[in-house]
């Protein structure tokens, strides 16, 4: 193994969406930027596996909707000034991707990626990584961080390791911002990629910041359990009208109350813990349930284009229009993470964070569609933010 030292003005660890956004920004303020990415072209990132949906209102009136919504969906516990960040910049800043070449559809309250089915998130990504090589960003792939470097309480780049070059790599730099994604890969039914494997959390904890909110991990209660396609789900807005059952029969939704419309948006949690109880209390199938999309209305297909486009893979891959199809709650969100304040600075100088790696708006459930807004507003914030610290900061350490 050798030894190889590079330097950065801002370090950003993770090239998924919210990384390659910040990563846009700190080289918009004038910042040299370095991204490392695990793999070749950022698909290792649950942004390019995503069904490509952000909530961005764009009204006052729709503003307070999704803030109210999501504090709801969150049981009271989210952090409200990260929240009404969000609520209040999400419409101008996804929009704002249309600027790279991302092709965006909005029907209110939603902006959709017009992507192909079912990996929408790629036709996000492809665009920003192209913008980042046209703008001078350089970028190591198929590196994994190992450890922050810290002097005292001062955050001042990493250590990594290249695996395609068995080099070991030192990396000083004057802001660092973390974008590694949650951890969802460590559960064994999952739908996210299986790089995503709690990093960004364990290089914070090892370094200082404060970390919260772990306890709250988030399950997307329609996971597809066909063969050993595991990571392919059926699209939220159809577990409404395609009634979910036990082997009993019993439809699942109304022998738990649960009210929320769409339940797989607004009460993931809510039908998650229902669904397994269900298969706890030996009345699954085995270790799934199932979901009947032959009763789903051919209007609920016609919602959006995205839900046309799941309507042939569910019926030319599974024969979800002529049989019930197997389902179970799969690991999909860490609402915990790394605490950030209103500039995405952690609790450690020279240490910013973005995405899912940080903690606090989502209280104890997300809500859907908040995640990739959640990664374009904040990711942007800390690029801005990092640059400026950048600036400020000086020689290297």
């Not at 092709?103 to 990626?113: A, K, Q, R």
């Not at 955050?155 to 068995?166: E, H, P, Q, R, T």
């Not at 929320?260 to 085995?286: N, S, T």
Request: with cysteine; net charge neutral; aromatic share 8%.
């Amino acid at each position: 193994m050798r030894t190889e030292t590079l330097a950065a003005e801002v370090l950003v660890v993770g090239g998924g969406g919210a990384g390659l956004v910040a990563a846009l920004e700190a080289r918009r303020a004038g910042a040299e930027v370095l991204l490392l990415d695990k793999t070749s072209s950022g698909k290792s990132s649950c942004t390019s596996l995503s069904f490509g949906a952000f909530r961005a209102a764009n009204t006052a009136a729709s503003r307070e909707e999704h803030f109210s919504q999501t504090v709801t969906a969150g049981k009271f516990l989210n952090d409200q000034n990260l929240l009404r960040i969000l609520v209040d910049q999400a419409f101008d800043r996804v929009r704002s991707l249309e600027d790279f070449g991302v092709p965006l559809l909005y029907e209110d309250p939603y902006f959709y990626v017009l992507g192909d089915a079912p990996f929408y998130g790629l036709k996000m990504i492809s665009p920003l990584q192209k913008a980042a090589e046209n703008w001078g960003i350089s970028s190591f792939h198929h590196t994994v961080a190992l450890d922050l470097l810290k002097v005292n309480d001062t955050i001042c780049g990493v250590l990594a390791y290249d695996f395609s070059k068995d080099t070991l790599l030192i990396i000083p730099a004057r802001a660092t911002i973390l974008a590694t994604g949650g951890a969802g890969a460590l559960y064994p039914l999952h739908d996210n990629s299986p790089r995503t494997t709690g990093d960004g959390f364990a290089l914070a904890a090892r370094a200082g910041a404060v970390i919260r909110d772990m306890e709250f991990v988030q399950f997307y209660p329609l996971g597809l359990i066909e063969g050993d396609s595991f990571r392919c789900v059926v699209p939220p807005f159809l577990g409404d009208s395609a009634p979910i059952r036990n082997a009993k029969g019993e439809d699942i939704l109304a022998k738990y109350r649960i009210g929320e419309r769409p339940a797989a948006v607004k009460a993931r949690d809510a039908l998650c813990q229902a669904m397994f109880r269900e298969i706890l209390a030996g009345r699954g199938f085995g270790t799934y349930l199932e979901i009947d999309l032959t009763r789903v209305p051919e209007k609920e297909w016609d919602q959006n284009r995205q839900l046309r486009h799941y309507k042939k893979i569910l019926q030319e891959k599974y024969r979800g229009l002529q049989r019930p199809l197997k389902i179970a709650p799969v690991c999909h969100h860490f609402m915990g993470g790394v605490a950030i304040d209103e500039t995405s600075h952690t609790n450690l100088r020279g240490l910013f964070a973005a995405g899912e790696v940080t903690g606090g708006l989502h209280g104890a459930n997300r809500m859907g569609g908040n995640a990739l807004s959640e990664c374009v507003v904040f990711g942007e914030l800390a690029g801005r933010e990092a640059s400026q610290y950048a600036k400020r900061s000086g020689a290297y350490p």
